[in-house]
Structure formats: C-alpha cells, structure tokens
C-alpha cells in the first residue's frame, strides 16, 4: 500500500521557534509537495518539489522553507514560527508530473502560541 | 498559478437528493482532478478528466469536463451520508508539469 508518513498528527509551537515538519514516502515518486489548509482557503500551495535537492515556490512560501536531500523525505521548515502560521499542514507525493494521482499524509495541525 | 473557483462553498442536502458542484477558470485546463477530503483525513483522487467534453462515471457520481476545457461539474445522484465531505476540484499540470494547485473546495453534508 502507498503510503505518505507525516512525523506528528498534532504539534503545538512556542512563537519564535524553528518548527521543522517531516514527511516521508515510500513510493519512490519523483514529486513532493507541501500545503497548509485553513477553513474557507482550500489547500494552498507552499512549496514542491520534482527531484531531490530540487525545489519550487508555491502560491505563499513567505516564512517557510524546505529541504529534500534524500527522495523519499520532504521536510517543511518555520524558521521563525508566527501565529498566523497555525494551520494545519498536509504533505503529498505523486510518481511524477501532469495527471498523475497525488497521495497525502493525514496532516499535521500545528498550534503556535 | 490558474485560479481554480469552486461553487457553492458550502452545501448541505438530505439524503437520497441529487447534487452538482462546480470548478470553473478563466483559462483552459490541460486537464484537472476532482478529490474527496474526508475529516481527519488527507484528499483522495476520485478521477481524472482529460479530454473535452469527457463523462466519467464512478457509481453514483458522474464527471464533467466542459467543451471547452475551463471547467467541470460533479453530480451526485441520491446523495449518502458517506457521500459527505470536501470536494476539490485540481489543476494537475500548471507550472511547467510539476505544480498541482487546488480549489478552495465545496464542503458536501449529507443529513440522514
């Protein structure tokens, strides 16, 4: 079965903290991604990925970062954690680009206090 | 990024009545994805439309590609309690191949 692992389901963050979010899959697929979802704003892009070491800005990267030194582990990055960032987050992965399925993890839902 | 828009935001129907959403853009898709959030959980992909004018058919939920490729409907014919949850229409091709952008969604909420 396909699977895409997210380190915690729930995580609660002091305002200032580097907050790092991990994500692993063990399908060998090329394409990673990152999104917050909020209610009312859907899923929005924050980063991705296509290749290892490879990455692109999403529609809101502002405050974040990533960091994919191996292929199966994406991992999402608050250098300076803020309350506006309290959201939760889903990491996905697909085989590659165009129609390919998408797979995500169950989320983590961050609280910055 | 294409604006994908999503219509109604909110939905809420009895069971065993019929229903469409809607995602729709200014600019024509390559293709585009529908998923189902359920709560607590991630998305996951019900279909993928292609080819204009496309029908595909997943037992009591029917997909639409327009004509023109700028936008798609699903029905859901004598809606479930199961059929609740949020449905998000996706653009799986922007940026170069490699983005995949979604709607804000339609939250579906079958009353038993």
């Known amino acids: 079965d396909v699977k895409v692992t997210q380190s915690s389901r729930y995580l609660v963050k002091r305002t200032g903290e580097k907050v790092f979010l991990e994500c692993v899959q063990d399908?060998?697929?090329?394409?990673m991604f990152w999104y917050r979802q909020d209610p009312g704003l859907g899923l929005r892009l924050i980063y991705f990925?296509?290749?290892?070491?490879?990455?692109e800005k999403g529609d809101i990267p502002e405050g974040y970062s990533v960091s994919r030194e191996k292929k199966e582990r994406f991992s999402l990055i608050l250098e300076s954690a803020s309350t506006n960032q309290t959201s939760m987050y889903l990491c996905?992965?697909?085989?590659?680009?165009?129609?390919?399925?998408?797979?995500f993890g169950q989320g983590t839902r961050l609280t910055v206090v | 990024t294409q604006l994908l828009e999503q219509s109604p935001q909110f939905l809420s129907i009895q069971e065993g009545e019929n229903l469409t959403v809607y995602c729709n853009s200014s600019?024509?898709?390559?293709?585009l994805q529908w998923y189902r959030q359920e709560p607590g959980e991630g998305p996951v992909l019900l279909v993928t439309?292609?080819?204009?004018?496309e029908v595909k058919k997943l037992k009591r939920l029917t997909f639409q590609f327009g004509d023109a490729r700028k936008d798609s409907s699903l029905h859901i014919t004598a809606a479930q309690p199961g059929d609740t949850g949020l449905y998000l229409c996706?653009?799986?091709?922007?940026?170069?191949?490699?983005?995949?952008?979604f709607g804000k969604g339609t939250k579906l909420s079958v009353i038993p």
């Open positions: 990925s296509y290749d290892v070491k490879m990455k």
């Open positions: 399908m060998d697929h090329e394409n």
């Open positions: 600019s024509v898709f390559s293709s």
């Open positions: 996905a992965s697909r085989p590659g680009p165009l129609n390919t399925e998408a797979f």
């Open positions: 439309v292609v080819t204009g004018g």
């Open positions: 996706a653009d799986p091709s922007g940026a170069g191949s490699y983005q995949l952008t």
